[in-house]
Nanobody, 115 residues
Framework: EVQLVESGGGLVQPGGSLRLSCVAS????????MRWVRQAPGKGLERISS????????WYADSVKGRFTVSRDNAKNTLYLELNSLKTEDTGMYYC????????RGQGTQVTVSS
């Protein structure tokens, strides 16, 4: 059974930082490209970052480029997203997805940026 468990979200002031984690199981994590997707209140899903299976290729949406950093630890079956210089528009639910896991996703982790 595929499981993706996101964590690390919280309430932070503008300009602050967070580190999100996604622990994966039920598929061969080290062979799967991974991506982070977020959903702002009242809006659709937005893909914000992706990383190749071995971590050598990354991609970022323009909205987060230069502020967010994606990484992974295949030994720990864990995907990370470092969020820096957070803005109020970064508020939303953050999910991780795996190419090898289809549309499966976890419960997400809430990021709220507010003063």
């Amino acid at each position: 059974e595929v499981q993706l468990v996101e964590s690390g979200g919280g309430l932070v002031q503008p300009g602050g930082s967070l580190r999100l984690s996604c622990v994966a199981s039920g598929f061969t994590f080290s062979r799967s490209n991974m991506r982070w997707v977020r959903q702002a209140p009242g809006k659709g899903l937005e893909r914000i970052s992706s990383i190749s299976s071995v971590g050598d290729i990354t991609w970022y949406a323009d909205s987060v480029k230069g502020r967010f950093t994606v990484s992974r630890d295949n030994a720990k079956n864990t995907l990370y997203l470092e969020l820096n210089s957070l803005k109020t528009e970064d508020t939303g639910m953050y999910y991780c997805y795996a190419d090898l896991a289809g549309t499966s996703r976890g419960q997400g982790t809430q990021v709220t940026v507010s003063s």
